[in-house]
């Protein structure tokens, strides 16, 4: 299967008459994503603003992140089974506005996500600071549920995603990245006595608000699923996580998945890169074992010597990645686990919510309680109010001057568990 | 199969009816219900799964959420089968003390929390996260006498 994926590169975004790309700078007819997004009767109204990097200003709360594209080569140009009929992706070309996102927002939830801010300390901490993004703020009919409404919400950012992409249909990519992973038996030469490595990559699954979609399909309805990494760069992941800012996986994360991309950059050089199995994370502990015995069976099947297991979220994901450690791990099957941690403001508290002794390989991609202090903005797009409510936020958040005090728990993708954040570890 | 309801959700304890009738399989026999709902405060409810844990009880539902938002909730319900002779309880009994020893650090009191919105949020995701639990459970046929 080989994806090719075509980067037009943005600098700026416009709101004005026309949607087009020229010379870098994306213009946004404001009037045709309007009528696009009020289609859907569950919403009432949007509003639009460009938030720039640099910029002193505070998104807050973040729904989701989306990048926008344009699927070329392939009649279904959006998110199969969510905004476009069904169909596979991760063939063919697709077009990416590198440097563009689309951020929705507005309040679903009141302990919803985080914030992006755009400039200063905040912005070291979230990589949607270095983008150009289109942040639509969502305003619900009355009566509409939570659930429908970040229902409404999700469908309509990968709405507006797809169609900014569609800016780009007929435009040449300034570059241009192939990913090409050929079936098992196909595969030659390049990969002979290269230890076998597969990439097992849980998903929130825990009900309303905590959800993720393959396809379409709510992922607590299905069985762990091996999946070429291409549908997954390709759209086929889609975020209906609400809850907790840091280490949500946002829709373009997944679209971005540091891991996979990684996996390709070594592929035929120094392992032989199987697959992707996607595992749901489960509330009951039968469902945990249930996920846990498929996710790992199927790895062992796959033959692999080696698997990178990403969490997402932390508190009860945590036994089931210490679970599809174990289970590989008494197998023989080495693995090297990828999740945040919760230690406490000091990071003195026990990191994991679960502990094994077979974890030996432990990737930390920070800690959650960790406090940081951000100036005051000089423009805030949403509700400045809700921090007081989200999680890594307080009613003690807000002080005099204006600056704001929370834990990274508040600040969207600064903890990503694939990877796709700006934290590192260093010896000192 | 004896199973219990243990909550401190109104919300939950509002809709219980609904949520059981619609979790239990009326073609298997012996399936019992039982609710425990009379508390003061989170930290009763945990104090009686561990005594429950002590009784030959197992939990079926993991004890922490699965994210900060939710661990200073003060709202949880959890789901438990009664399983004599099975040593399931030392595990969930660890767990227990983990998810105790995380809402002492975030836990926040209901009449501490001065948005009522907030109160309310934390009720519905408990809610919904104990729907998708008697769904995962029915579907595993893990209700029903299985």
């Not at chain 1, 002193?56 to 989306?66: A, E, G, L, Q």
């Not at chain 2, 930290?43 to 429950?52: A, G």
Request: net charge negative; hydrophobic share 35%.
């Amino acid at each position: 299967m080989k994806l090719e994926i075509g980067e037009v590169q943005i600098e700026d975004i416009k709101l004005g008459e026309q949607t087009k790309i020229e010379d870098g700078l994306l213009h946004v007819s404001r009037a045709e994503l309007r009528k696009l997004l009020l289609e859907d009767k569950r919403l009432a109204a949007v509003e639009m603003t460009v938030a720039r990097p640099g910029d002193k200003t505070r998104i807050i709360p973040v729904k989701d992140v989306i990048e926008p594209r344009v699927r070329l080569d392939n009649e279904i140009t959006g998110y199969p089974g969510v905004t476009d009929k069904m169909g596979r992706v991760g063939a063919g070309r697709t077009l990416a506005l590198k440097g563009a996102a689309v951020v929705t927002t507005g309040d679903i939830v009141a302990i919803q996500e985080g914030l992006i801010d755009m400039w200063g300390e905040g912005a070291k901490y979230t990589p949607f600071s270095q983008t150009c993004n289109l942040v639509l703020t969502f305003t619900p009919r009355r009566n509409l549920e939570a659930h429908q409404h970040e229902e409404a919400v999700r469908e309509a950012g990968l709405k507006a995603a797809e169609y900014l992409g569609k800016a780009a249909e007929n435009m040449e990519p300034d570059n241009i990245n192939t990913y090409d992973l050929p079936a098992m038996n196909k595969r030659g030469e390049e990969v002979e006595g290269l230890p076998r490595v597969a990439y097992l990559k849980m998903l929130i699954a825990q009900g309303l608000l905590h959800d993720s979609y393959i396809y379409g399909i709510d992922a607590k309805e299905t069985l762990p699923t091996w999946i070429h990494p291409n549908e997954i760069l390709d759209g086929a992941l889609v975020s209906g996580n609400c809850v907790a800012a840091c280490d949500k996986i946002t829709t373009y994360q997944h679209q971005n998945n540091s891991i996979i991309l990684d996996l390709y950059d070594r592929h035929g050089k120094d392992l032989n890169f199987l697959g992707v199995v996607l595992t749901p994370e489960l509330t009951t502990f039968t469902g945990k074992v249930r996920a846990c015995e498929h996710a790992t069976g199927l790895i062992k099947t796959m033959g692999a010597d080696g698997v990178i297991i990403s969490e997402e979220g932390y508190g009860n994901p945590d036994s089931d990645l210490l679970q599809n450690c174990k289970l590989l791990e008494e197998d023989g099957i080495k693995t090297v686990l990828i999740t945040d941690e919760c230690a406490g403001n000091d990071g003195f508290s026990q990191s994991l919510a679960d502990t094994s002794s077979v974890a030996k390989a432990v990737i930390s991609t920070g800690n959650v309680s960790h406090m940081v202090k951000l100036d005051p903005a000089e423009r805030v797009i949403g509700n400045i109010g809700s921090l007081a409510n989200l999680a890594g936020g307080s009613g003690d958040s807000f002080c005099d001057d204006g600056s704001i005090v929370c834990e990274l728990n508040a600040i969207i993708g600064s903890t990503s568990e694939i990877g796709y954040h700006n934290l590192t570890a260093r010896q000192y | 199969m004896n199973y219990m309801l243990i909550t401190n959700n109104p919300l939950v304890i509002e809709k219980q009816a609904v949520l059981l009738s619609n979790n239990s399989s009326n073609d298997k026999q012996g399936d019992n219900w039982q609710v425990c709902q009379e508390f003061n405060d989170i930290w009763e409810l945990f104090s009686e799964v561990r005594s429950l844990l002590q009784q030959d009880w197992k939990l079926l539902t993991h004890p922490l959420p699965a994210n900060g938002g939710l661990i200073g909730s003060p709202f949880r319900s959890l789901i438990l089968a009664y399983q004599k002779a099975e040593n399931a309880g030392y595990r969930t009994q660890k767990l227990l003390d983990e998810a105790e020893e995380r809402w002492r650090k975030k836990y926040q009191a209901p009449t501490e929390i001065n948005n009522a919105d907030k109160v309310k949020a934390y009720q519905k995701l408990d809610l919904w996260a104990l729907e998708s639990s008697l769904k995962e459970l029915k579907i595993f046929e893990q209700l029903g006498g299985a």
